[in-house]
């Protein structure tokens, strides 16, 4: 488990590099979003697990990722930004306690997600956003009681996210956001949870796929 969520974590900065890299010859600073758009987030943040017994796991700190893709349209909900995506999130569980029993749960999501920012561009209303969305879950659950126990349960949930982003280059925004995230799986001790994220995101607008009527 730890292994996969260094390559999902791996891949968020290498995304955060990459679009800092291309973005720095940039100048302006307007809050344009068409075309093609891509980002990623890393952070903190925490999760949440509940049984049917209405006993809890309680509340433990942990690691969150986000990686998207989308489609943006600028103005298209009158003087509102849309974006249209996919976004894969996570976050990271890890327990300890006595008697040699240690337990980690890795709760991941992927989502269609529909993003608005409301206001006209170049506005600093147009800077928020709400993100919300639909999709398919997994949580892995890693268990040492001595023996190492895995095993993962699927099903569905849904996302809530909101933030701000402060468009330090044309193509590029850094962004600060948070959100709940509510999974539900086929499995008896914790059918319910959801992880809360607090996540730095890099989103990168107006990429260009080469083709014959780019410059």
Known sequence: MRAR???????????????????????SRDHIRSGFTAGAAIGGGGTFLENPGGESGGFRAGESFNVRVGWAWESLLKSADLVVGLQCSGGLRELESRDDFTASYFLLDRAITFAVYPGESGRQLNSLYLRGGVGITDIEYEQRVPD???????????????????????????????????????????????????????????????CSSCD
């Open 5 to 27: 969520w260094s390559v999902f974590a791996g891949a968020a900065a290498a995304m955060l590099i990459a679009v800092s890299a291309e973005a720095l010859p940039e100048t």
């Open 148 to 210: 190492l126990l895995e095993r993962t349960e699927s099903g569905w949930g849904l996302m809530l996210d909101v933030g701000y982003e402060l468009r330090t280059v044309e193509k590029l925004a850094l962004g600060i956001g948070t959100g709940v995230h509510w999974i539900r799986v086929d499995e008896d001790e914790y059918p319910t949870s959801r992880f809360t994220p607090i996540w730095l995101e890099l989103t990168y607008y107006g990429f260009c796929v080469p």
